[in-house]
């Protein structure tokens, strides 16, 4: 805003979404600062889906519980979302391989049947991270070119 520069062409507004503990702050301070907080902090509101063109729905690979309610996220989004909005199911903390909870085929099985875009990631070691982020604003590049 108020940038006389033209180094960016598009700005699109992404929101991520899950239940809460899943890594969706870290997965964005990783993103835009590189950095890795350990303490949680939580976000609540539905304002936020206003104008959204993409969406990362973040689960933790190692609570199934928050993966269980990946459709829950998937119809609040849905009702208040774009209905062409991009969405990446994303399964987070991969690094915690050991204690995984959700098989990597159910997850990307189900991501298919709902049309998603699917990724693991993990913020605590940049796995996928750059790439999960990217890959959507891909998808939604391609929608609106
Ligand atoms: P949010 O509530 O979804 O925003 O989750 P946070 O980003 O606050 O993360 C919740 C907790 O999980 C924090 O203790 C983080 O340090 C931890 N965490 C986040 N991402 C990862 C990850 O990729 N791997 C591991 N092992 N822990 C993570």
């Known amino acids: 805003m108020g940038s ?4 960016y062409n598009f700005v699109f507004k992404v929101v991520l979404i899950g239940e809460s503990g899943v890594g969706k702050s870290n ?5 835009t600062k590189n950095e890795f907080n350990h303490d949680s902090r939580t976000t609540i ?3 936020y889906y206003r104008g959204a063109v993409g969406a990362l729905l ?4 190692s609570k199934h519980l928050t993966y269980e309610s990946a459709e829950r ?17 994303v399964g987070n903390k991969s690094d ?4 995984r909870t959700v ?3 159910e997850a990307r099985d189900f991501a298919e049947k709902r049309d998603l875009m699917y990724m693991e990631t993990s913020a605590l070691d940049s796995t996928n ?15 609106v070119a």
């Open 27 to 31: 997965l964005l301070s990783r993103f």
């Open 58 to 61: 973040v689960y933790d690979i």
């Open 129 to 143: 991270v750059e790439s999960a982020f990217n890959e959507v604003l891909k998808g939604i590049h391609k929608k």
């Open 73 to 89: 996220w998937l119809k609040e989004l849905y009702d208040h979302a774009d209905p062409h909005i991009v969405v990446m199911l």
């Open 4 to 7: 006389s520069d033209d180094s």
């Open 103 to 105: 098989p990597t085929e």
């Open 45 to 47: 509101g539905v304002e």
């Open 96 to 99: 915690l391989d050991s204690h």
